[in-house]
Each structure stands twice: as C-alpha cells, then as structure tokens.
C-alpha cells in the first residue's frame, strides 16, 4: 500500500529537549515537504526537498533542520524545541514534477512544554 | 507571496444537499489548485485538482471551477452524504518554480446533518 509514515503520531516532550520526528515514503516520490498545521492558519511549509541532499526553506523553517540522506526518507528535526512549536506537523510527498500530487502523512501532534 | 483565502469557515448543510466552499488566491502566477479532505485524525487527502489551462473539472459528486481573471476558485459538492463531513481545505501552488509549494486557506469545517 503507497503511504507515507510518520513517527511518533503524539508526543509531550519540554523545551530544549533534542526531537526528531521520522517521514518515510514507500513511493519512491523524488519530492518531500513538511507542513505544520495550526488553528485559523491551514497548512504551512517548513522545508522541502526536490531530491536526495537537496533541501530547501519554505514559509516558516525557523527552529527546525531537516536532512535528505537517502531517498523514502526526511525527518525533522527540532534540535531546541520551544512551545510555539507545539503544533501538529504533516509530512508529504510527491514526483518531482511541478504541480503533481501531494501525498500526506497522518500526522505527529507535538506539545512543548 | 502567495495568500489564499477560504469561505465560509463552517458550513452545515441537509444530506442530499450541495456545498459550495470559495477560495480566493493572490499571486497570478499561481497554475494548481488542489483541493484536500481532512477528517478527525488523518492527514489531507487529495479529493480533486485543477490546472490553470481548465475551467472546470469533475469527479463523480465533487466539481471545481476556476475564474483565474478573478483569482478564485470553488469546490462543489452535490448529493451530500454524511461521509462527506470533515475539514476541507483548497490550495494553490506556481509549481516547480516556487519549490512545489502548497499555500493552504484556512479550512472550512463541513458537517451533513442526516
């Protein structure tokens, strides 16, 4: 089944405290994005990659990395994580084309403490 | 850049009904418009989409049109079913040259009453 895989679903952790957040793809989809979602705000891009050790800021990029190593894989990284960071973020992936469908994860809700 | 915004932000409507959610775009150079359904605990899924070389594009029950000398574009969506109810939310993007980039409107929260 194509999916994309996003781990942990939930997770209360404290401010400063190192988080990775995984994204993997069975799709083998050249294009992966993080979005966090907040209440009034829709959707907003973090970062993006157009492919392997290609990585890219999108609106909202402050406070997080991201690294591309190797293909299905792209995980976030929030290397002090503060409470406006609490949000719930979505991974998605697609071809690399312009404008092809985006394929979205079910989501990691995080709580800063 | 890009902004898009989405009306109403709540709609409840009869099952059996039509919905009819509008969203407005900035940037001219914007040629994709997703739409996506959301529903409790899921991520976006990907209903319907339209290029900006088409007016109009339909699936089944579900139906967009786009006004691009307007800058908008709305999702249509007949004979409601209680399934239909979630979170939707439109989108626009200029593609490749804006790092594939979704810009999202703020939702709009459909509930079908049976």
């Known amino acids: 089944e194509a999916q994309v895989t996003q781990n942990p679903r939930y997770l209360i952790t404290v401010t400063g405290k190192k988080l990775t957040v995984t994204c993997s793809q069975n799709?083998?989809?050249?294009?992966m994005s993080w979005y966090r979602q907040d209440p009034g705000l829709g959707l907003r891009q973090i970062y993006y990659s157009m492919n392997v050790e290609v990585t890219d800021k999108g609106d909202v990029p402050e406070g997080y990395k991201v690294s591309r190593k190797e293909k299905r894989n792209f995980p976030l990284i929030l290397e002090s994580p503060s409470p406006n960071q609490t949000s719930l973020y979505f991974c998605?992936?697609?071809?690399?084309?312009?404008?092809?469908?985006?394929?979205f994860g079910d989501g990691t809700r995080l709580s800063i403490l | 850049g890009e902004n898009v915004e989405q009306h109403p932000s709540t709609l409840s409507v009869q099952e059996g009904d039509s919905a009819v959610i509008k969203c407005t775009y900035s940037d001219s150079a914007s040629n994709y418009f997703p739409w996506y359904k959301q529903e409790l605990g899921k991520g976006p899924q990907l209903i319907i989409d339209?290029?900006?070389?088409?007016g109009e594009k339909k699936d089944q029950r579900i139906a967009v049109t786009l006004n691009k000398t307007a800058k908008h574009f709305s999702l249509h969506i007949t004979e409601t079913q209680p399934e239909d109810s979630a979170v939707y939310f439109c989108a626009a993007s200029r593609g490749k040259a804006a790092g594939n980039k979704l810009t999202f409107g703020g939702g709009t929260r459909v509930l079908v009453k049976p």
């Open positions: 998605a992936s697609s071809w690399q084309g312009g404008n092809q469908p985006q394929h």
């Open positions: 799709m083998n989809h050249e294009y």
């Open positions: 339209i290029r900006s070389n088409v």
